[in-house]
């Protein structure tokens, strides 16, 4: 073998040329041929791995086809021709956005009704009517002297933030009944008047303020079923003091033939003249009592219908 340096002869086994020490072409071609061999097998781990996770997200995405495209076992078509009631689950987000909005509608619109007299206090729920402030409640809730007038009390009404329930603004207010007919349908009225001022004259809302109407911008239902879902909005004083507004759901449980309903969401004292609503944010009636025994209790709603009855009274209208 001839060395590529000094092109003497070298032994076939040699690494080094004896008389110039160059490394021996033999040598050199191993050594490349290690180097090559070496890339060859960092590119084939890498592409082993590479291949692996390949394989790996493969299986992963076909455990997620499988899951979502599992066939249905047997053939139940003819039993969804006999549901009578709209599934709402995969509703569209416009739609559920809506109904979001909706129920916002009513949390602004259900205030606090406080009174104090110096001797007694009394408390409950109101649907706000109009822009100007006029609120609708139970005539219960109002606080009379011995022959059935209103009892000269301080009166404020708080307004809630729609997203916390939490007080927002504070505003004195008047109650207002109408003469038999509050008595005959338990439903009143209270006018929002100035700002509520504490003692170092803070103020607690605006002189200039406008209302939030759920009755003439929200929207009311008659179309109330058996078993239909129902959200009651209100100031239950089982909750924080009766201070924050309150939500609570349940099922039409019963539909009584003089046009009230009956309801498993969960109403106590202070939830009087609060709002019911249905499954799309629209009133189905005002909260009026509690229906209870040794086990457990049931809210009476008064109906639209009632609610309706009561203010084409043409009492109520004299009254307004």
Known sequence: MTCRSCQGEVVDEARFCRYCGTETHQIASIHRDRGARWKYMVVGVIAFYAMGILVVAALVGS????????????????????????????????EKRDRN???????????????DDGANGSGGSGVIMNADGTVLTNAHIVLRDVDGAIAPADC???????????IREIYRAE???VPEASDRYDLAFFRIAEPYADDHGITYGSSTA????FWTHGCRSRDVQLGDAVRVFGYPAISADGYYLTVTDGVVSALPNDD?????AKVSL???GGMAADKN???????TEINWDEGDTLGVIYSNTIVDAFLSDPLTQQTL
């Open 156 to 166: 404020v009404v708080t307004l809630p933030d729609p997203i916390t329930g939490r």
């Open 63 to 94: 455990l997620f086809v499988f899951d979502s495209a599992a066939p249905i076992a047997g053939d139940f078509s003819n039993l969804l021709t006999a549901l009578d009631v709209e599934d709402d689950g995969d509703a569209a987000p416009e």
């Open 101 to 115: 909005d909706a129920y916002r509608m009513a949390a602004s619109s259900v205030v606090d009704i406080l009174c």
């Open 270 to 272: 202070g939830s009087s």
């Open 260 to 264: 009230t309903i009956i309801s498993s």
């Open 210 to 213: 406008t209302f939030p109407p």
């Open 175 to 177: 109650p207002v009944l």
């Open 281 to 287: 944010g629209c009133m189905i009636g005002i909260v």
